[in-house]
C-alpha cells in the first residue's frame, strides 16, 4: 500500500507537490501537473531537508522571426540550423536524463511561432533532406579518396535520431517541447513578444504590450499562462517591473552586477534572489560559474578536442561539387557536415574524434559539478533562504556554437552520485519566497558592460526615433478610437501593432553593433516602417481595406491574435499618471549641457542635482541639447531626458545655435505641458534664458535659476559687445525669476554688485561630491611629485599662472605635472609648454571621462586650482573627496571651501612666487601633503553630499511654490 503525503508550499506561486510511495512526485502548478520519476536519495527530497545549496540551469531559446513568403531566403537557415543541432539535440538530452525540476526554458515568441509554422516545418524537411543527400555524397568522395568512414558514420547515426525524432512527433518540436513541460522535465517560460529592448521602448503602454502578447502567445500553445518571464537580454528597470508585476509575472532574471548594486545591500549578496519594489522575484545569473561555460578564453567549449566551429566543407570542396546543396543564388552557406576540431590556436585543425570529445564532455560536467559543490560548501551553509545558483544561457549556444553541449547537459544532469541539489525558480520561490529581501535594483542587462550600450551606439542609435515615431503613432490612434474602435478599426490597429513590435525586435540593434547581417537587420527595420506608415495613410485617407489587411498579415503571419489592448486603454494609464502628479511635484530643469556633453562643472551639477531630486519624490524632466547616438528621450536614474534639436543645427555661430536651441526647448516645454502639469521651471544660466522666460509666459509658471557663473564676474566687470548682449540676458533671467540660488558667498555678493539683485532673493547651495566615484585614498609613494589640475581650458582658470610658477621654480623640484581639460586657450598653453621648456615634465592630456579623472586623481600627490576667477570650485571639491592635497588661489568659492594649512594650501591668485613657496614647502614636508589630503577628505565627506543639495534645493522649490499661491491670491 502506498501512503500519499501532500504539502502545501507557501509562496508567491503556492504549487500543490504529492509524494507517491518513494518512487514518483506530482506537481500541481499554474493549473498543470507535472509528475516524473525521482529515487527516493533524489537530489531534490534531500535538498528540501538540507538546504545547504540549489542549482538552476536557465536556457533561453530565442530567434528573431525570420519567415519570409518568398522561397530560400538566407535567414531561415538560422532557424534550421538551431533546431538540428540545438533543439532537437537538447530535447533528446533533456529527456534521456529523466531529471525532473532541473531545467527552465525560455522560449520566446517569435520562435514559438516559426517552430509552429507549417510552410517552416515543410522547408525544413527539405533542408534536412539536402543534408543528407550531401552526406551520402560524401560517403563516396571519401572511399574514392580512401578516407575512413568512421566520422561519417558518426554524422549518420546523429541525423538518423533527427529523422527518427521527425517521425516520431511528425515534425512538430514544439509538441515536443510541452510534452516536456508537462511532463515535468523543464519547466517553460517566455519572454516579449518581438524580444524588444524593453526599457528602450518610449511608453509604458509599449512595453506593456510586448509583454501582453508575449504571455497571450505562450498561452495560446501552452494552454497556461507562465508565472515567469524572461526579459530580453535581462534589461531591467522600474517601468519593466511595474508593468511585470501588474501582468502578473512572479519571477524574472538578471545579471549578477544587478543585485550586487542594488539598495539597500541584500544581506545574502548574490546568494540568493530579491524582491523588486513591485514584488517581482529577481534571479541574479552566477557569474563564476557561468563564465565555465561561455567564457571565451577558459570556457569549455573552447576545449582544443571539441569540435571546429568555424570549419565546414562548405567552403573546402571545389564549388562544383558542392553546388547543388548550397544556395541557389551561388552563395556558399554552412553544410553541417564538419569534421576538424578545435586543436589549439593553428591554422591547420586536426580531424575531429567524437569519442574523445565525448570522453572530454564527462569531464567537464564533472568538473562542473564539483565547481557547483565547492561554491555550496563555501556559501552554502551561511545562507538564509539557502544558497542558490543559478546560470542562465542562450539555448543556441548548446550544439549550434558548442556542438557538444546538449551532450554535457545530459551528462551533467545523469548525476549517479545526486551530488547537485536541482531546483527551478518557480519551486525555490515557493518554497521561500517569503523570506527574501525587497531592493531596489538599477537599470541593467546582461550585455558588454552590464549596461545598454550593446543596443545603443553609433551604429544602431539612427533606430531608435523610428519606433518612437512608430509608437506614439499608436498613442494617437488610441486616443482617437477612445475605447470606441469598430472591428475593422481594430483590425487595422493590430497590424500597425504587429508592424510595431516587429521592427522593434532587439536583434536588428545586436546585429548591426556585431556587424554581421547588417544589411538584412536594416531592412527589416525599414520594411516594417514602410509597411506601418503605408498602412496608416491608407486608413486615415479611408483605402484601407480588409483585403489589403488580409494581405499584409500573410506576409507575415505572426500572432493571429494580437490584442492591442494595452494602447487601446491608452486613457485610464493616462489617469493613473495624472493622479500621481496630485503628490508630487513635475520640475521642468533647462540646461544646454548635460551627459555625456561634458564642457564644464555645470554637466556633473546638472546630473547629480537631478538624479537626487528625483529620489527626494520630484518628478525631473531634464530639457537639453541633442547629442548624436543618444535616444530623444530617455528615463535613467529617474530622470526624464528630453533632447532637443536646435532650430538652427548647422549655425556658423554658438549665438546662433543656442538661440535656436533655446527655441527648440519651448516647443518642447509646451508640448510636454499637454501631458505633465509642470509645476516649476528651474533653469541653469543665461545659455537658457531665452527658453526659460518664453515658457514662463506661454505656460504662466514661475521659474527658479541657479546661476553658475557670471559674464561680469569673468571679466572684472569689462565687458565687450558681445559680452554686454550675455550680461543682458542674465539681467534679464534674474529679473524673471521668483528666486535664485549661487553657489558660494562670492557669486552671492557678485550678484548683488554687478545686477542689483536683492540678497533676499538669493539662496546659497554648494555644489557636491558624488558618493558613486570610488577614490584610492592611498598616498601613492613615488619619488617625482605628481601634480595634477584639470578643467576647462580658458583664461580664467589660472593654468598660466601654474606654467610660470614651475618655469620659475626651474629643476629646485622634481616633478611631472598633467593639466587635463579641453578649451579655446589650450594653443596658449602649449605655447608657454615650448617657451618655458616644459614639455619633459608637463603634459596635457585633453579631456579625461570619470573613470579617467579619478584614475589621475589617484596617482597625484598635489591637486593645484589656480583660477582667477572661480565661483565655486569644483574640482578642488572633487580633489579634496578624493584625499589629495589642493593648492588652490585665494579667489571666490575656494576661500571659502578652503582652510588654509588645514585642509589645502592658498594663494593670492596670480601670484607665482606664492604658489611655488607653497610647492617647496610641500616638498620639503610629505607628511603636510598626507595630512592635508586626509583633513580634506573628511570634511567633504561630512558637509558636500548631493542628497542635501536636493534637500535644500526642494526647501526653495516650496518657498517658490508659497510665494506664488499669495501673489495669485
Not at 511528425?170 to 513541460?181: E, H, M, N, P, T
Not at 500621481?580 to 530643469?589: A, E, F, S, V
Not at 543656442?658 to 509642470?678: C, D, Q, T
Not at 597625484?860 to 584625499?883: K, N, R, T
Request: glycine share 6%; net charge neutral.
Amino acid at each position: 500500500m502506498q501512503s500519499s503525503l501532500q504539502l502545501l508550499l507557501i509562496g508567491q506561486i503556492q504549487p500543490l507537490i504529492h509524494w507517491h510511495g518513494s518512487k514518483s512526485v506530482q506537481l500541481i502548478m499554474n493549473g498543470k501537473i507535472i509528475s516524473a520519476v525521482i529515487p527516493t536519495t533524489s537530489s531534490f527530497e534531500r535538498s528540501v531537508v538540507m538546504k545547504e545549496g540549489f542549482y538552476s540551469i536557465v536556457l533561453h531559446a530565442h530567434l528573431p522571426y525570420v519567415r519570409h513568403l518568398e522561397e530560400h531566403r538566407l535567414e531561415e537557415n538560422w532557424l534550421f540550423e538551431a533546431i538540428t543541432e540545438s533543439y532537437i539535440p537538447l530535447i533528446n538530452a533533456i529527456e534521456q536524463a529523466n531529471k525532473a525540476h532541473a531545467v527552465t526554458l525560455s522560449i520566446s515568441p517569435p520562435l514559438i511561432e516559426m517552430l509552429a509554422d507549417p510552410l517552416l516545418k515543410k522547408r525544413y524537411h527539405l533542408y534536412l533532406k539536402n543534408t543528407e543527400k550531401l552526406l551520402k555524397k560524401e560517403y563516396r568522395f571519401q572511399k574514392e579518396n580512401g578516407v575512413s568512414p568512421g566520422l561519417l558514420n558518426f554524422y549518420k547515426e546523429k541525423y538518423a535520431r533527427i529523422r527518427s525524432f521527425q517521425k516520431r512527433w511528425q515534425g512538430r518540436v514544439l509538441d515536443a517541447i510541452i510534452q516536456l513541460d508537462k511532463r515535468g522535465l523543464m519547466t517553460c517560460i517566455t519572454s516579449s513578444a518581438t524580444h524588444t529592448f524593453l526599457p528602450y521602448l518610449l511608453t509604458e503602454q509599449g512595453i506593456r504590450l510586448q509583454v501582453q502578447e508575449g504571455l497571450r502567445c505562450f498561452e495560446n500553445h501552452f494552454n497556461y499562462r507562465p508565472t515567469g518571464f524572461w526579459t530580453p537580454e535581462c534589461a531591467f528597470n522600474e517601468l519593466v517591473d511595474k508593468v511585470l508585476s501588474e501582468e502578473g509575472i512572479c519571477y524574472t532574471f538578471v545579471d549578477e552586477h544587478t543585485v550586487s548594486l542594488a539598495k539597500p545591500s541584500p544581506k545574502n549578496g548574490t546568494s540568493s534572489p530579491v524582491l523588486s519594489p513591485n514584488g517581482v522575484a529577481l534571479f541574479a545569473r552566477h557569474t563564476e560559474l557561468s563564465a565555465k561555460v561561455w567564457s571565451s578564453t577558459d570556457g569549455y567549449p573552447g576545449d582544443e578536442w571539441y569540435r571546429e566551429f568555424y570549419r565546414d566543407i562548405a567552403y573546402e570542396r571545389n564549388w562544383a561539387y558542392i553546388k547543388p546543396y548550397m544556395h541557389p543564388e551561388g552563395i556558399r552557406i554552412d553544410s553541417g557536415l564538419k569534421f576538424n576540431r578545435i586543436t589549439g590556436d593553428v591554422e591547420k585543425k586536426a580531424a575531429y574524434e567524437p569519442e574523445r570529445a565525448k570522453k572530454r564532455v564527462i569531464e567537464h560536467a564533472d568538473h562542473f559539478r564539483q565547481s557547483i559543490n565547492e561554491q555550496v560548501d563555501q556559501h552554502g551553509r551561511s545562507s538564509s533562504p539557502p544558497y542558490l545558483m543559478m546560470t542562465p544561457f542562450d539555448a543556441e549556444l548548446f550544439g549550434h556554437w558548442w556542438f557538444e553541449g546538449p551532450l554535457w547537459i545530459n551528462q551533467l544532469l545523469n548525476d549517479s552520485t545526486d551530488s547537485v541539489h536541482w531546483i527551478t525558480p518557480e519551486i525555490y520561490l515557493s518554497q521561500y519566497g517569503h523570506s527574501l529581501e525587497t531592493v531596489s535594483v538599477p537599470f541593467s542587462t546582461w550585455g558588454r558592460d552590464g549596461d545598454g550600450s550593446v543596443w545603443l551606439n553609433e551604429r544602431n542609435s539612427w533606430v531608435y526615433p523610428i519606433f518612437h515615431q512608430m509608437e506614439e503613432a499608436l498613442l494617437t490612434l488610441a486616443n482617437r478610437f477612445n475605447n470606441q474602435a469598430t472591428e475593422f478599426e481594430t483590425n487595422v490597429f493590430n497590424q500597425l501593432a504587429r508592424e510595431w513590435m516587429l521592427a522593434t525586435s532587439s536583434d536588428w540593434a545586436f546585429i548591426m553593433d556585431g556587424d554581421t547581417s547588417t544589411q538584412y537587420a536594416v531592412s527589416r527595420i525599414k520594411e516594417h516602417e514602410t509597411r506601418f506608415h503605408a498602412l496608416l495613410n491608407a486608413f486615415i485617407s479611408g483605402e484601407a481595406t480588409t483585403s489589403r489587411l488580409n494581405e499584409q498579415y500573410a506576409e507575415y503571419p505572426f500572432l493571429p491574435k494580437v490584442q492591442g489592448t494595452a494602447f487601446l486603454n491608452v486613457s485610464r494609464h493616462h489617469n493613473q499618471d495624472v493622479t500621481k502628479l496630485t503628490t508630487r511635484k513635475t520640475i521642468l530643469m533647462l540646461s544646454w549641457e548635460y551627459p555625456p556633453v561634458i564642457a564644464g562643472g555645470l554637466s556633473v551639477h546638472v546630473f547629480e542635482l537631478a538624479k537626487a531630486l528625483a529620489k527626494q519624490h520630484y518628478d525631473i524632466h531634464v530639457v537639453t541639447c541633442h547629442v548624436e547616438g543618444c535616444l530623444p528621450y530617455m528615463k535613467e536614474n529617474g530622470i526624464h531626458v528630453h533632447r532637443v534639436q536646435s532650430l538652427q543645427p548647422d549655425a556658423r555661430s554658438f549665438n546662433d545655435w543656442i538661440g535656436g536651441l533655446n527655441f527648440a526647448m519651448v516647443r518642447v516645454g509646451v508640448e510636454l505641458a499637454k501631458s505633465y502639469r509642470i509645476d516649476l521651471i528651474h533653469a541653469h544660466d543665461w545659455l537658457v534664458a531665452v527658453a526659460a522666460v518664453g515658457l514662463k509666459q506661454k505656460l504662466e509658471i514661475p521659474i527658479l535659476v541657479t546661476i553658475h557663473a557670471t559674464e561680469c564676474g569673468r571679466t572684472k566687470g569689462h565687458l565687450n559687445t558681445r559680452q554686454k548682449l550675455i550680461h543682458s540676458k542674465e539681467q534679464r533671467l534674474m529679473q524673471e525669476a521668483k528666486h535664485l540660488i549661487v553657489c558660494s558667498q562670492a557669486m552671492k555678493k557678485e550678484l548683488s554688485h554687478y545686477y542689483k539683485i536683492s540678497e533676499q532673493k538669493i539662496s546659497i547651495i554648494p555644489n557636491a561630491v558624488s558618493e558613486a566615484r570610488s577614490y584610492n585614498y592611498t598616498l601613492p609613494t613615488i619619488d617625482t611629485l605628481q601634480i595634477f589640475s584639470f578643467g576647462r581650458l580658458v583664461p580664467e582658470k589660472g593654468f598660466q599662472t601654474l606654467l610660470t610658477a614651475l618655469y620659475e621654480l626651474g629643476d629646485s623640484i622634481v616633478m611631472n605635472v598633467k593639466i587635463a581639460g579641453e578649451g579655446p586657450y589650450k594653443t596658449v598653453l602649449e605655447e608657454l609648454i615650448t617657451d618655458y621648456k616644459l614639455g619633459n615634465r608637463v603634459h596635457l592630456t585633453g579631456f579625461l571621462d570619470d573613470k579617467q579623472c579619478s584614475q589621475a586623481l589617484a596617482l597625484s600627490q598635489i591637486i593645484v586650482v589656480p583660477s582667477d576667477y572661480e565661483p565655486f570650485g569644483l574640482v578642488a571639491l572633487e580633489a579634496m573627496y578624493a584625499g589629495k592635497a589642493v593648492v588652490a588661489s585665494k579667489v571666490g568659492g575656494l576661500k571659502e571651501l578652503i582652510t588654509n594649512g588645514e585642509t589645502g594650501m592658498l594663494f593670492e591668485p596670480g601670484d607665482v612666487k606664492g604658489l611655488c613657496e607653497i610647492l617647496i614647502h610641500l616638498q620639503e614636508n610629505p607628511s603636510l601633503i598626507g595630512r592635508l589630503g586626509r583633513a580634506a577628505a573628511d570634511y567633504v565627506t561630512r558637509h558636500f553630499s548631493w542628497e542635501q543639495s536636493a534637500i535644500q534645493t526642494g526647501i526653495e522649490y516650496d518657498r517658490v511654490f508659497q510665494t506664488n499661491k499669495l501673489s495669485a491670491h
